[in-house]
């Protein structure tokens, strides 16, 4: 599965600076950033924060090319607060549309809100992700918080009684998840898991897994 995320998104990051350097000269490049929103925002309601981990570009630059020169630190607490991170959203989503207002429907124009939305969002994602992890930024993109919000209860990481809270899947958790930390309640509730499965993969006790995974292998048990 590491494999696939990660061919995945080795073909994904390439988008980024596609949309950016053509994206100055074309506006209407800015239209693929549109509707990667509509495609993740409707996944999302499914399967949370899915798209962020396996097939956003940014996301993928970050976690596969930013990483060779972050200082990779864990992400502050700064960023997951709750203030912190409605101000980004609040901010951004204001911009946006009054800069949408401000051109009149011309489509050269819309598209190149959308580029220019990318273009500031991944500067900031760069320099924050230099200093500290390399996606910090997801901590508290409005996007990925909107996609969480939208599928906060579903396809949602599951702890068994089988974990010993080694804390092995923390350490390979791109956002700093610590599934261990979960055992209690029997399921990651941070709806901001970006459902990439390293902790799946990770645990030596094999004591994770998705909701939708253990509604099948109950299924099959009632089956068989
Ligand atoms: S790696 Fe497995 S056993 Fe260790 S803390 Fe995580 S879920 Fe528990
Ligand atoms: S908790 Fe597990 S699935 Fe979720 S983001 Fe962290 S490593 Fe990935």
Same mark, same amino acid.
């Given at each position: 599965?590491?494999?696939? *995320?990660?061919?995945?998104?080795?073909?994904?990051?390439?988008?980024?600076?596609?949309?950016?350097?053509?994206?100055?000269?074309?506006?209407?490049?800015?239209?693929?950033?549109?509707?990667?929103?509509?495609?993740?925002?409707?996944?999302?309601?499914? #399967?949370?924060?899915?798209?962020?981990?396996?097939?956003?570009?940014?996301?993928? !630059?970050?976690?596969?090319?930013?990483?060779?020169?972050?200082?990779?630190? /864990?992400?502050?607490? !700064?960023?997951? &607060?709750?203030?912190? *991170?409605?101000?980004?959203?609040?901010?951004?989503?204001?911009?946006?549309?009054?800069?949408?207002?401000?051109? &009149?429907?011309?489509?050269? #124009?819309?598209?190149?809100?959308?580029?220019?939305?990318?273009?500031?969002?991944?500067?900031?994602?760069?320099?924050?992700?230099?200093?500290?992890? /390399?996606?910090?930024?997801?901590?508290?993109? /409005?996007?990925?918080?909107?996609?969480?919000?939208?599928? *906060?209860?579903?396809?949602?990481?599951?702890?068994?009684?089988?974990?010993?809270?080694?804390?092995?899947?923390?350490?390979?958790?791109?956002?700093?998840?610590?599934?261990?930390? !979960?055992?209690?309640?029997?399921?990651?509730?941070?709806?901001?898991?970006?459902?990439?499965?390293?902790?799946?993969? #990770?645990?030596?006790? &094999?004591?994770?897994?998705?909701?939708?995974?253990?509604? *099948?292998?109950?299924?099959?048990?009632?089956?068989?």
């Amino acid at each position: 599965m590491t494999i696939k *995320r990660k061919t995945g998104q080795m073909v994904m990051w390439w988008l980024l600076p596609i949309i950016i350097f053509v994206g100055i000269w074309w506006h209407y490049i800015g239209y693929i950033v549109l509707a990667m929103m509509i495609f993740f925002l409707t996944l999302s309601v499914f #399967k949370g924060r899915y798209w962020c981990g396996w097939f956003c570009p940014r996301g993928s !630059f970050l976690e596969r090319i930013l990483k060779f020169v972050s200082m990779n630190t /864990p992400i502050p607490s !700064f960023a997951k &607060n709750l203030v912190f *991170r409605s101000a980004i959203f609040c901010g951004m989503i204001a911009f946006m549309l009054h800069r949408l207002i401000q051109t &009149n429907g011309d489509l050269d #124009k819309i598209g190149f809100v959308f580029v220019i939305m990318c273009i500031a969002t991944s500067i900031i994602a760069i320099i924050l992700g230099i200093i500290y992890n /390399p996606r910090i930024w997801c901590a508290f993109c /409005p996007m990925g918080t909107l996609q969480g919000l939208l599928g *906060r209860e579903k396809y949602i990481l599951q702890v068994s009684d089988a974990c010993t809270e080694c804390g092995l899947c923390e350490k390979v958790c791109p956002v700093n998840i610590d599934p261990g930390s !979960f055992k209690k309640s029997g399921k990651v509730s941070n709806f901001d898991c970006i459902k990439c499965s390293n902790c799946i993969e #990770k645990c030596p006790k &094999n004591a994770l897994k998705f909701q939708e995974n253990v509604m *099948r292998a109950q299924s099959s048990c009632i089956i068989g």
